[in-house]
């Protein structure tokens, strides 16, 4: 695709397969601000706009990851996220809340930070349990059964547009939670003194991020839009 510094991060995401390693090199937010353009990204995150527009020219090399999700059948795009992301989640919520607590348990009274990361993260967690089940029990059943591939459900609402409202207003809210996590931590950097546990919960926290980044990629950015036009089209029928 032709690479224009108006094309928004998002859509530069979802056609180039190796864009989401670039962004996340350069801290470049291509989920929850998928909607703003290269132009816009780069200043927000500092980056030169040609060091960008050079590597998204760039081929990538042959062990990256090549699958075109816009082309992809929806339902296979549904079953790797549920397979792939929403699994990685479920194991990881249980460990790093016990991570966090602890950490800020023995460690809050010399790193006072602490403290105010913790309600923070927990909350984050919590969140995400909830987005995850909604996912799973309400919106990707409907979707496919759209698609043809799971029996067909009672929709507790008119149209797919309302829980994905819904779910892209909380992944503006995960985006929030995560800068804030930055913030408080010194971008996620542990302390000299930190033990393993310390080290383990911030190390934990930036895997979480970059997976969670190229989650809300796939749902916002690739996912919602097919869904709105695959309903569309089943009710043209």
Same mark, same amino acid.
């Not at 207003?169 to 931590?185: F, K, M, P, T, Y």
């Given at each position: 695709?032709?690479?224009?510094?108006?094309?928004?991060?998002?859509?530069?995401?979802?056609?180039?397969?190796?864009?989401?390693?670039?962004?996340?090199?350069?801290?470049?937010?291509?989920?929850?601000?998928?909607?703003?353009?290269?132009?816009?990204?780069?200043?927000?995150?500092?980056?030169?706009?040609?060091?960008?527009?050079?590597?998204?020219?760039?081929?990538?090399?042959?062990?990256?990851?090549?699958?075109d999700w816009r082309k992809a059948p929806v339902d296979v795009l549904v079953r790797h996220i549920l397979d792939v992301h929403h699994v990685y989640m479920w194991e990881e919520l249980p460990r790093l809340n016990a991570l966090m607590t602890k950490v800020a348990r023995v460690h809050?009274?010399?790193?006072?930070?602490?403290?105010?990361?913790?309600?923070?993260?927990?909350?984050?967690?919590?969140? &995400?349990?909830? $987005?995850?089940?909604? =996912?799973?029990?309400? +919106? @990707? /059943?409907? !979707? *496919?059964? #759209?698609?043809?591939?799971?029996?067909?459900?009672?929709?507790?609402?008119?149209?797919?547009?309302?829980?994905?409202?819904?779910?892209?207003?909380?992944?503006?809210?995960?985006?929030?939670?995560?800068?804030?996590?930055?913030?408080?931590?010194?971008?996620?950097?542990?302390?000299?003194?930190?033990?393993?546990?310390?080290?383990?919960?911030?190390?934990?926290?930036?895997?979480?991020?970059?997976? &969670?980044?190229? $989650?809300?990629?796939? =749902?916002?950015?690739? +996912? @919602? /839009?097919? !869904? *709105?036009? #695959?309903?569309?089209?089943?009710?043209?029928?």
């Amino acid at each position: 695709m032709d690479i224009s510094l108006r094309t928004t991060v998002g859509e530069l995401a979802a056609a180039i397969p190796h864009a989401t390693r670039i962004f996340e090199k350069h801290r470049i937010d291509y989920c929850c601000g998928g909607r703003r353009s290269l132009a816009e990204a780069c200043e927000r995150s500092g980056t030169d706009p040609s060091v960008i527009v050079a590597a998204l020219s760039t081929p990538p090399r042959a062990t990256d990851p090549s699958t075109d999700w816009r082309k992809a059948p929806v339902d296979v795009l549904v079953r790797h996220i549920l397979d792939v992301h929403h699994v990685y989640m479920w194991e990881e919520l249980p460990r790093l809340n016990a991570l966090m607590t602890k950490v800020a348990r023995v460690h809050g009274d010399r790193h006072p930070e602490l403290r105010q990361l913790e309600p923070v993260v927990l909350g984050l967690l919590d969140e &995400l349990r909830t $987005h995850l089940t909604k =996912e799973e029990r309400i +919106l @990707f /059943p409907y !979707v *496919l059964s #759209l698609c043809g591939t799971a029996p067909g459900v009672d929709a507790c609402f008119a149209t797919a547009a309302g829980p994905i409202r819904v779910m892209d207003a909380e992944h503006e809210d995960a985006g929030e939670a995560l800068a804030v996590i930055r913030r408080l931590s010194g971008d996620l950097t542990p302390p000299d003194d930190a033990c393993g546990s310390y080290r383990a919960l911030y190390q934990g926290l930036a895997e979480m991020e970059q997976d &969670l980044h190229l $989650h809300i990629h796939l =749902e916002t950015n690739v +996912l @919602f /839009p097919r !869904v *709105l036009e #695959l309903e569309a089209a089943s009710r043209a029928d």
